[in-house]
């Protein structure tokens, strides 16, 4: 059962986003704008990532961005001051990049952790840090659907340097009394993702397909399933978990709770946007040993402390995603 939210708490709360130009970051400070919060976007701006300043350009005179990197301390410094909230989101977000720049992958996702972890140690302020998390964490499930008490046995970098930047943020948490909470994110999908590369988002890359008449290519007979879940419901659970002093020192698993085939995924795409040409090919070698066969989380635990539950179908995220990028695809896709 979903509880409502008194959201005006976040009236003239001083908040940072990191990864604040990118998908995520940027539908949240939306929100927050919405109720009155001080928004300050943190971004490195670096590619094939996907910051992208269409995503604020409505809030773009209600934000104050400031271009920098979480791997460089003495920027970070400069900006974490004083803040309420920091939501942490900037990261090497590719599972097949990690696997070929696992170096790239560690200093963003585990140093730069640390370099926040360490300034709000120092400041000692009471800033709340809310982490992106993420399934990567997991592995293959031994059981499904996976719950908090699932054992973490990541197949790749990426989830192996997730689960590290957790770990480092719950420790802080518990030594240091930094409040914090992680939200380990499904498949997440909607207006404002990237649509110009499959390493993330793969939902979106093959909605930019359908749109501009390429083929969608699904590895294999597309029975591998996954656990899609609506960008508004995200940044519904992140606002929460900031709120919420249920969530101080938790890690939450955000998902629809819907177990989907990868293929009924793509026949949506196809649906909503009413065109789109599907290719089976094989899986490659490379992606193929690092890939998860099914997936579907449990969000008990998450509904029974905050009070949030997915709210958005496949079907109407889908649709609600693809009006979107009818008006404004060119935005998205970069040469």
């Not at 952790?113 to 964490?137: C, Y």
Request: net charge negative; proline share 4%.
């Amino acid at each position: 059962m979903e509880v409502a939210v008194d959201y005006t708490q976040f009236q003239n709360k001083k908040i940072l986003i990191t990864g604040g130009l990118g998908f995520i970051g940027s539908n949240l400070a939306h929100q927050l704008i919405k109720h009155g919060a001080e928004v300050t976007l943190f971004d490195a701006c670096l590619d094939p990532y996907g910051w992208n300043f269409a995503n604020v350009k409505e809030i773009e005179e209600d934000v104050r961005f400031v271009k920098g990197d979480v791997r460089d301390r003495a920027a970070l410094e400069r900006i974490a001051r004083r803040k309420d909230y920091i939501f942490h989101l900037a990261a090497q977000v590719g599972r097949e990049i990690s696997m070929e720049d696992p170096w790239l992958d560690t200093e963003t996702n585990c140093t730069g952790t640390l370099n926040i972890l360490e300034i709000l140690r120092q400041q000692a302020n009471g800033t709340r840090i809310i982490f992106a998390g993420s399934r990567g964490q997991v592995g293959e499930p031994q059981y499904l659907p996976v719950d908090e008490k699932h054992p973490c046995d990541p197949t790749d970098i990426y989830g192996i340097n997730k689960l590290a930047a957790e770990k480092y943020i719950l420790l802080y948490n518990k030594v240091y009394n930094i409040p914090a909470v992680s939200l380990r994110l499904n498949n997440v999908y909607g207006p404002r993702c990237q649509m110009f590369n499959g390493f993330y988002g793969i939902l979106n890359w093959f909605m930019a397909n359908a749109m501009t008449d390429k083929p969608i290519t699904v590895y294999g007979e597309g029975t591998q399933t996954r656990d899609y879940v609506y960008i508004d419901d995200v940044v519904d659970a992140f606002m929460r978990a900031a709120l919420s002093p249920a969530a101080n020192g938790e890690y939450f698993y955000v998902g629809s709770g819907v177990e989907t085939k990868f293929i009924d995924m793509v026949h949506e795409i196809v649906r909503a946007v009413g065109k789109g040409e599907i290719t089976h090919v094989p899986f490659p070698a490379s992606r193929e040993k690092i890939d998860i066969k099914r997936f579907v989380v449990s969000t008990e635990k998450i509904n029974k402390a905050l009070g949030w539950q997915s709210t958005v179908s496949l079907r109407n995220g889908v649709e609600m995603t693809a009006t979107f990028y009818r008006d404004r695809l060119g935005e998205y896709l970069r040469s």
